[in-house]
């Protein structure tokens, strides 16, 4: 069990990073939408070029944040098939050695009794780690999907800041252009504004993204509860054994 377990605690650690790393991506630079600061001569004439300069660069950070997600949606499958990978072979290398005990057992019964006591400590033990496999397969069902729950909900929100962040940079454009068209001449007081209304966007932008509860916090929460469970488990099946083998030591004594 040592084995999964660390298996399980590499998996989350895995997951907080790559949240770390994909989120990262999108964080959109000030510099995406540099006008320049030297003068406004061409500033309208150019300002259509910048607008779509503006979109493309938002269109293609936002596609690299997809690509991200996709490639954390692979390594996260991954790490839990390797988790899964580990516990049927643990469950195999079990399975061998508790046949084996209970050949040897099965060898020192000599009466009736002990026989009997042999096979009804061998069902004891069989439906117990049933049970412990069983309940441990649905909490690490649950766990991953409350995993998944969580940052797909993330997703959601991160994807509808970007469009509400995408639809204020080109509002901020359409403004400037229409402004440009009425006021020529005032092409310095239009790069002023646009510039401000960037920024208030971009700050906008940032602010919805530090409010986010973050993935990590909630994953420990899950890992937690998720941690509890198997404990829970562990003891019920604990318990379980230890009545067996207290059942069986009444027809074999200390010896078993």
């Known amino acids: 069990m040592k084995t999964a377990f660390n298996l399980r605690q590499t998996a989350f650690g895995f997951v907080a990073a790559?949240?770390?790393?994909?989120?990262?991506?999108?964080?959109?630079?000030?510099?995406?939408?540099?006008?320049?600061?030297?003068?406004?001569?061409?500033?309208?004439?150019?300002?259509?070029?910048?607008a779509e300069a503006a979109n493309q660069k938002v269109t293609s950070l936002t596609d690299k944040v997809t690509q991200a997600w996709s490639q954390q949606d692979q390594k996260l499958t991954d790490s839990f098939a390797k988790v899964d990978a580990s516990v049927k072979d643990g469950r195999k290398k079990a399975d061998s050695q508790r046949q084996e005990d209970f050949d040897k057992l099965a060898a020192k019964a000599k009466t009736d009794a002990q026989k009997q006591a042999v096979t009804t400590y061998k069902t004891a033990i069989e439906a117990a780690v049933t049970t412990r496999r069983d309940s441990f397969d649905s909490i690490r069902q649950?766990?991953?999907?409350?995993?998944?729950?969580?940052?797909?909900?993330?997703?959601?929100?991160?994807?509808?800041?970007?469009?509400?962040?995408?639809?204020?940079?080109?509002?901020?454009?359409?403004?400037?252009?229409?402004?440009?068209?009425?006021?020529?001449?005032?092409?310095?007081?239009?790069?002023?504004?646009?510039?401000?209304?960037?920024?208030?966007a971009r700050e906008a932008y940032q602010a919805d993204r530090k409010s986010d509860n973050t993935v990590g916090a909630k994953q420990q929460e899950l890992a937690k509860a998720r941690n509890d469970a198997f404990k829970a488990a562990t003891d019920t099946f604990l318990a379980s054994t230890k009545a067996a083998r207290d059942a069986l030591r009444q027809s074999f004594g200390k010896e078993v």
């Not at 959601?156 to 001449?185: G, H, M, R, W």
């Open 142 to 200: 649950t766990y991953r999907q409350a995993l998944r729950d969580t940052i797909s909900d993330r997703r959601l929100k991160i994807s509808a800041q970007q469009i509400t962040y995408k639809a204020a940079v080109a509002d901020a454009f359409a403004t400037a252009e229409q402004s440009c068209q009425n006021s020529p001449k005032d092409a310095a007081s239009v790069r002023v504004t646009l510039l401000a209304s960037l920024k208030s």
């Open 18 to 50: 790559s949240m770390v790393a994909a989120l990262g991506v999108a964080s959109l630079p000030v510099s995406v939408y540099a006008l320049g600061s030297s003068g406004t001569n061409g500033f309208c004439s150019g300002l259509s070029a910048k």
